[in-house]
């Protein structure tokens, strides 16, 4: 089975270019989360999804970011225009709807992220 | 708001040498509490799911353990090959679903 996966793996952009990272889910999986880890600092919340609907995106930082999800399956995120502060590396999770206590409960599948370079 | 505190940064063994990683958190009802291990240049890997106080989790040389307060995952005899950063994480009972990261442990374990 095919894991999350996400592309680019490295993006290296100037100052006021745009960019778009793109993440596929497990198949299968309704819920899709946007992470993000700056350099020295902890990975933290963007976003997340369940389907196409935006369940929470109180993360996102500002405005110049926009996520979507085309039909419930893969999902993009696009920076515009980029600033130097956005430089870092995003992560891309799933997990299926309903987390109910098992042996498998609460497990993210994440991708290997999309590293940002913003000149 | 949420918060996680790993410790320590970083951590250096000898083969063979156990130890413990911290993890304080402080969350409005705990939901669950998550490790995982990441390796250089991959994501975050899924290793356990702790839910109550008292609760442990077991996965080859690694233990995890909860109380109200706190989580340690043990390492027992390392191996080279257990050498990466470990994260721990926590989810609140209610609002959002999104995971609350700590900084992480980078573990490095020598021959």
């Known amino acids: 089975e095919a894991g999350v996966t996400q592309f680019p793996s490295h993006s290296v952009i100037e100052k006021g270019q745009t960019v778009t990272l793109r993440c596929d889910p497990i198949s299968g999986h309704d819920n899709l989360y946007w992470y993000r880890r700056v350099m020295g600092k902890e990975i933290k919340f963007l976003l997340h999804?369940?389907?196409?609907?935006?369940?929470?995106e109180s993360g996102m930082p500002n405005n110049r970011f926009l996520a979507e999800r085309t039909g419930g399956t893969y999902s993009t995120l696009k920076v515009q225009p980029a600033e130097l502060e956005d430089s870092g590396v995003y992560f891309c999770a799933s997990s299926q709807v309903v987390l109910q206590p098992s042996p498998r409960t609460g497990e993210l599948f994440f991708g290997e992220g999309s590293r940002l370079t913003v000149l | 708001e949420d918060q996680v505190t790993q410790s320590p940064e970083a951590l250096r063994l000898q083969e063979g040498e156990s130890s413990s990683l911290n993890c304080s958190y402080t969350?409005?009802?705990?939901?669950?509490l998550f490790w995982y291990r990441q390796d250089p240049g991959k994501g975050p890997e899924f290793l356990f799911t702790l839910y109550s106080a008292g609760e442990e989790k077991e996965k080859e040389r690694l233990k995890a353990t909860l109380t109200k307060k706190e989580s340690f995952l043990h390492i027992t005899a390392p191996k080279p090959e257990d050498s990466a950063t470990y994260l721990c994480a926590v989810q609140a009972r209610t609002g959002r679903r999104a995971l609350t990261f700590g900084s992480g442990t980078r573990l490095q374990v020598q021959p």
């Open positions: 969350v409005s009802g705990l939901r669950g």
């Open positions: 999804f369940v389907k196409e609907s935006k369940q929470d």
